[in-house]
């Protein structure tokens, strides 16, 4: 059974960073996929981020390019994401997601992960 978990969310002011971060307890990530999503209230779960198996490739919603950075460390079990000038639109909870054993390449299909975390909360004030 995957168990991940995330941490580094907070309340910041508009123009800020944060830097997100997943683990996993019980199991090894650096054998598939990795992504990040996020949830604001009353609004569907949207992908924001997606990285490849070795951390070739990555993908990203249009809304947080050149803004966002997705990244892994295999050897520490580490998913991260650094996020640059937040805005206020990007108050979500953030989830990290696994794609199942041997799925090396990144989606920002929602439907592609089966593994979840029970996410950490960012708050963007203007």
């Known amino acids: 059974q995957v168990k991940l978990e995330e941490s580094g969310g907070g309340s910041v002011q508009a123009g800020a960073s944060l830097r997100l971060s997943c683990t996993a307890s019980g199991v090894l990530l650096d054998d598939r996929a990795l992504g990040w999503f996020r949830q604001s209230p009353g609004k569907e779960r949207e992908s924001v981020s997606s990285i490849s198996q070795n951390g070739a490739h990555t993908f990203y919603a249009d809304s947080v390019k050149g803004r966002f950075t997705i990244s892994r460390d295999n050897a520490k079990n580490m998913l991260y994401l650094q996020m640059d000038n937040l805005k206020p639109e990007d108050t979500a909870m953030y989830y990290c997601?696994?794609?199942?054993?041997?799925?090396?390449?990144?989606?920002?299909?929602?439907?592609?992960?089966?593994?979840w975390g029970q996410g950490t909360q960012v708050t963007v004030s203007s």
């Open positions: 997601a696994a794609r199942p054993t041997d799925w090396y390449g990144g989606s920002l299909r929602e439907t592609d992960y089966p593994y």
